[in-house]
């Protein structure tokens, strides 16, 4: 149980202690700072511990947002601070010098000394001793929410008028709404999801749990749509309607309540991909059952998905802390979010989550799994063209020095096998600097065509070996140049076009599904790498890396298995590759995420993709 220290002369007539006890803190006294020197020694080191100056007065949620956030060490409002474990110590010292400090002043008092101190809170005192030692102290943004240490009856009248004139309810459920999102979401869903995410908050519920009930509910979806009949379709549209509304709760259950965490970030980041991709796979089931197979166009969608995203991934890993990162093209942006119009136009155009699966649930509702798929293709092929010419035009245009920590981001975004990194390590002085995006795009371009010319033949074969030489010497140097972000979608593509293509190719029923499994198991391994170097835990370990060959590879093997098998084998092996990367890949992402929970990792709370 965490602990909260009330510094100073107790008030009448003050509801402090009341307040954070329903916080979950356990409440202590303190008169001085010797008092509070002395209880916080005594206070357990695994413990959170904040100071609150006996004056205060403020909104519950107020000191909720400024004593328990999990993903700061340090946090503070007016009147009060709060540490977790690992910024203890700090604490520690600042304590040390200020009940120093009020020694001093006793024995040695200077001419106002008594009054300054009694007028500034404790609390406030450490919090910026604590940003003097380089500690970063967060202060949430309050709104009209009010937290104040008034130091007369006068000043805390005026301060409860305040108090009263605010509805803390109503901010606080704005508050768990995410300041930017789609046009979608904002209007359509926002409106009515943060109130399922406060009934939920009520009733105890964890925004874990309500990621799980969106995946539960996007799964029943999905066979529903599995059935083939109308029937079907229009339940599942209404049941993918219903998880996204669930997958919008949670957030706004995690803002609401402050319940951020690690293994919830991961999770909810996982279950949108899972979700929609399971979808996919529901309407191409349902499809084959009413005698029209468009499983090559659900794993396109799927394909064309994944790769926007790594798109967006690898460019915002570029760009995430460069030096000097301005462009004429970022300005002009800027200047057109002034025009209100123009920001929900651009929003709708790239087809966030909240267009992409409305658009989904009503044409799965209305028309065909064939319609669906053609009409969400054509809408992600426009959004992607619109946000990478939109990147590239920021890249050639931005002058940026681009940091060690984004090199070593993109390159193990690429995923780069043994066979790649033993190019490497050969032709690292032989590459030109600032040729890695052309190299990769070469290797991509040169296995794809060849593919899609020769199909399942030793000629493939040898592409796919050219390929794995140029994606080696594609990351001999690091990656940073203007466009090296480039380098991973392009990989991305190669391997995922190629695996589409062989399977398409085989024309044998159970190849194009088997292909469609293990893109997906390929692209959890991928999604899982970008969120492990979101949460600040580097890359999945080498190990595994190896034991999955890496994109190239994997890539040359799926071309070998199309040349040594008969087009009925070839499925077969497909689904065979698929279980094992799923299996290796699946474990090790459990193991690991499951073990940062419980080991006490930051809590984080990444936004990912626009609702």
Same mark, same amino acid.
């Given at each position: ?209 309500? $990621? ?87 794993? +396109? ?27 004429? $093209? ?13 920001? #929900? ?60 920590? =984004?090199?070593?981001?993109? =390159?193990?975004?690429?995923?780069? +096998? ?15 600097? +600032? ?24 000629? $493939? ?23 090296? #972000? ?79 098998? $008969? ?45």
């Amino acid at each position: 149980m965490p602990t909260a220290i009330v510094t100073g002369p107790p008030v009448p007539g003050s509801s402090l202690a009341d307040d954070l006890a329903s916080l979950g803190f356990e409440v202590r006294a303190a008169a001085d700072v010797g008092e509070t020197e002395a209880l916080l020694a005594a206070v357990p080191g695994d413990r959170r511990v904040a100071l609150v100056d006996a004056r205060f007065m403020g909104h519950l949620h107020a000191l909720r947002l400024g004593l328990t956030d999990p993903r700061f060490p340090v946090s503070a409002i007016e009147g009060a601070v709060s540490v977790k474990p690992e910024a203890r110590k700090a604490l520690i010292r600042a304590v040390a010098r200020a009940s120093s400090a009020a020694v001093d002043a006793v024995d040695a008092p200077a001419p106002g000394d008594a009054t300054a101190v009694a007028d500034r809170a404790l609390a406030d005192r450490l919090a910026a001793a604590l940003e003097s030692d380089g500690e970063q102290v967060h202060r949430p943004e309050l709104g009209s929410l009010v937290a104040a240490t008034p130091a007369d009856p006068q000043s805390r009248h005026a301060t409860r008028e305040a108090l009263a004139a605010v509805d803390e309810e109503s901010v606080r459920l704005r508050s768990a709404v995410k300041a930017r999102d789609g046009f979608v979401t904002t209007f359509l869903i926002s409106p009515y999801s943060k109130y399922v995410a406060r009934w939920c908050a009520r009733r105890g519920l964890t925004p874990n749990q309500v $990621t799980t009930a969106s995946l539960l509910t996007a799964l029943v979806a999905a066979a529903c749509a599995a059935t083939g009949t109308r029937g079907g379709f229009v339940a599942a549209g209404v049941l993918l309607i219903a998880s996204f509304v669930l997958d919008c709760a949670d957030g706004q259950l995690a803002r609401y309540s402050l319940q951020y965490s690690t293994l919830g970030a991961w999770l909810d980041a996982t279950f949108d991909r899972a979700k929609e991709y399971a979808y996919y796979a529901g309407l191409a089931l349902g499809a084959a059952r009413g005698g029209d197979d468009v499983w090559a166009l659900a794993l +396109g969608a799927m394909i064309l998905q994944t790769c926007r995203h790594v798109v967006d991934f690898s460019f915002n890993e570029a760009n995430h802390d460069a030096q000097a990162n301005t462009s004429p $093209t970022a300005a002009l942006s800027d200047r057109l979010d002034n025009l209100g119009w123009t920001v #929900w136009l651009r929003r709708m155009i790239v087809l966030p989550i909240g267009e992409r699966w409305l658009m989904i649930a009503v044409l799965t509702a209305l028309t065909t799994p064939r319609v669906t798929f053609v009409v969400l293709l054509i809408g992600c092929a426009v959004a992607a063209c619109y946000t990478t010419a939109g990147r590239l035009l920021r890249s050639v245009t931005r002058k940026a020095r681009r940091t060690d920590r =984004a090199a070593a981001a993109l =390159a193990d975004l690429t995923d780069s +096998g043994p066979l790649a990194q033993a190019v490497a390590r050969v032709t690292r002085r032989l590459v030109p600097s +600032g040729s890695a995006p052309f190299v990769a795009a070469a290797g991509a371009l040169l296995v794809v065509i060849l593919a899609a010319v020769w199909g399942a033949s030793w000629i $493939t074969v040898a592409g796919a070996a050219g390929y794995a030489l140029l994606a080696g010497a594609a990351v001999a140097r690091p990656l940073m140049g203007a466009l090296d #972000w480039l380098v991973p979608p392009f990989f991305r593509a190669a391997e995922y076009g190629v695996v589409a293509l062989l399977a398409a190719e085989s024309g044998v029923n159970g190849a194009l599904p088997a292909a469609f499994g293990l893109v997906a198991a390929v692209a959890y391994h991928h999604y899982d790498t970008v969120y492990r170097i979101r949460g600040n835990a580097g890359a999945p370990p080498h190990w595994l890396v190896r034991a999955v060959l890496g994109h190239e590879g994997r890539t040359l093997v799926v071309a070998v298995l199309a040349a040594l098998l $008969t087009a009925a084998q070839f499925p077969v092996a497909l689904t065979a590759l698929a279980v094992a990367v799923a299996a290796l890949v699946l474990l090790e992402s459990i193991r690991y995420w499951v073990s940062a929970h419980r080991a006490g990792a930051p809590a984080v709370h990444d936004e990912g993709e626009p609702a």
